[in-house]
């Protein structure tokens, strides 16, 4: 199924072993790899397994069996609501890497907006440029890396040996920024030192995220809540990195989940204006969000401020013609429903 000319390019791989692994059957399966962790070594098996996921079709559920947590940006994944981890039948729901509570030197780390750190309550302003601190970002998320898992994603543009010499620059400077070795290597791999108890914000706005998705919590509605108050802004805001573009992604996903379940929750209270803010404050976030520009018109609509509806599908309208998007029919036919009413 593969064209020749594309066996070079990854996404045309995994897009193409997505489609094939989706015809095997009609009906809902698993497709399990078992022992996974023989492949721990392995850069190239975890980035491709990293991007199938996302690719994988809907009645297809994969299963990663492994005696070691495998080397996958776990909570973004756990974020976007496609995956969850699982030991002796027991979700993890918390402190998914073991960075908590272990270690005498207190670290906050908060990485949704731009991005800062404080060490026993005082910031970090030392860094030496921002790249030890992205790299400290960078070490929190997986449970592990490797070299080169960090030199493609800060120097892809580098041969190794060169990547290699400006990695060491790098973490120096950061362990010189904390005052220790932050990161530190043991068989192979590179991890954030136990020797510190951090809070990630990242980890607990995660956590809450599940709970909130829990069906069987009777706090839901507070875990959601908690989900949008940690919520400060997009991820490391004002970098944009391909890594970092993608965890954005991944964590505004579960914000905007958030802010719809709450909306929804106001509009059962019969709080039709509360909702409204909220979906408008999700578009904020995400303005190509067409379902959600439906909810802000239909709720205008429904408050009896249909001048406001029809301003709100022109401002749609004038946007995505900039950005060369075409507005969906099921839009165009909600705005003719709302201008007859």
């Not at 030991?87 to 005498?104: A, H, L, P, T």
């Not at 997986?142 to 120097?155: D, G, K, L, M, N």
């Not at 120096?172 to 791999?189: I, N, T």
Request: negative net charge.
């Amino acid at each position: 199924m593969l064209p020749s000319e594309s066996e070079s390019n990854l996404n045309a791989i995994i897009t193409t072993f997505a489609r094939d692994i989706g015809e095997l059957s009609e009906k809902p399966f698993y497709l399990i790899l078992d022992e996974y962790d023989r492949s721990d070594e392995a850069d190239d098996i975890q980035m491709f397994i990293e991007k199938l996921t996302a690719h994988l079709p809907e009645h297809c559920k994969l299963i990663i069996n492994s005696r070691t947590l495998p080397r996958l940006p776990w909570v973004s994944m756990i974020a976007r609501g496609d995956a969850v981890i699982v030991e002796d039948e027991q979700v993890i729901r918390r402190d998914f890497y073991e960075i908590q509570g272990k270690g005498s030197k207190m670290l906050e780390v908060y990485a949704l907006g731009p991005g800062f750190v404080l060490l026993n309550d005082q910031p970090i302003d030392s860094w030496e440029g921002h790249l030890p601190r992205l790299l400290f970002f960078f070490a929190l998320d997986r449970p592990v890396i490797t070299r080169s898992e960090i030199c493609q994603a800060f120097w892809p543009e580098l041969d190794m040996d060169q990547a290699v010499n400006v990695f060491h620059v790098t973490k120096r400077r950061l362990h010189k920024a904390l005052d220790m070795d932050v990161l530190v290597h043991d068989e192979g791999y590179y991890r954030v030192n136990p020797d510190l108890d951090i809070y990630y914000d990242v980890m607990h706005y995660v956590a809450h995220l599940m709970d909130a998705r829990d069906q069987r919590s009777s706090n839901t509605l507070a875990a959601w809540q908690r989900t949008i108050d940690l919520y400060r802004g997009p991820f490391l805001q004002g970098h944009n990195d391909g890594w970092i573009q993608d965890r954005r992604a991944d964590f505004r996903a579960g914000y905007l989940e958030a802010l719809m379940n709450m909306a929804q929750y106001r509009l059962a209270e019969d709080r039709p204006e509360h909702a409204l803010s909220l979906y408008q404050r999700a578009l904020s976030e995400d303005n190509q969000r067409e379902d959600l520009h439906r909810e802000v018109m239909n709720l205008f609509s429904k408050l009896g401020r249909r001048s406001e509806a029809a301003a709100h599908y022109q401002r749609l309208c004038d946007d995505f013609g900039r950005a060369g998007i075409v507005v969906s029919d099921e839009t165009n036919r909600l705005y003719q429903q709302i201008m007859t009413l």
